[in-house]
């Protein structure tokens, strides 16, 4: 299974390249912008490339059968346009979407909005941060690609386990923060069982 990792130098990314990278049935691709310092085991196919380009993106996915984007964090409906664009004419259509777990929650509640603020977002910031992930949620879900919202919790940069809580979109998020070492084996085990919560949105935190 080839897999195409968007947005690879990000932190998120670079953990979740750790976990694939070794599994011997995944073919692993990584796409960035060339962001000096990092680098992919010698195996780890590199494309440097403009994520708000289709044509760039359509290279990208040449011959790749799952696409997982940690594109952002912020104006993310350009990436999302000319992604859906460059799937849909590339003939791809396995994607999973990294995005807020309170996109779809009538309001941000004072304690999320105090959550917030212990992670350095004042609450101008996550509104219009939350917003946004909205819009480009919702961009991905008015097409007919086969694909998975990760609604994710905050995430601390530690390499701390815990037990992961996975949530339905329209239930309330079970779980607090979560480790960035703990979220990206979920998402290496979600990416490489890829047949599980297609055209579905789930929400990824721990328990507290």
Known sequence: MKIL?????????QAVVKQ???LPDVD????????KGVTYPDFVEHIVGDATSVADLK?????????FSTLG?????????????????AGVSRLFWSTQFQIYDDG?????????????FDEATERGYVENQRQAAD???????????LMIHFFNYDQSIQHAVLDAKDQPVSGGPISIASLAIVLAEMLHHEADYRQD????????
């Open 139 to 149: 961009i991905i879900e008015a097409t007919h690609l086969d694909s998975t919202l």
């Open 28 to 35: 692993l691709r990584v796409f960035d912008r060339g962001k």
């Open 5 to 13: 990792n968007l947005g690879s130098s990000g932190i998120l990314g």
């Open 59 to 67: 290279d990208a996915l040449n011959g790749v059968d799952v696409v």
């Open 201 to 208: 949105a789930i929400k990824i935190s721990a328990k507290d």
């Open 108 to 120: 941000i509640s004072p304690e999320n909005l105090k959550l917030a603020a212990s992670f350095g």
């Open 73 to 89: 964090p912020f104006k993310v409906e350009t990436f999302a346009t000319p992604l859906v664009q460059a799937m849909q004419e």
């Open 20 to 22: 694939l990278a070794p």
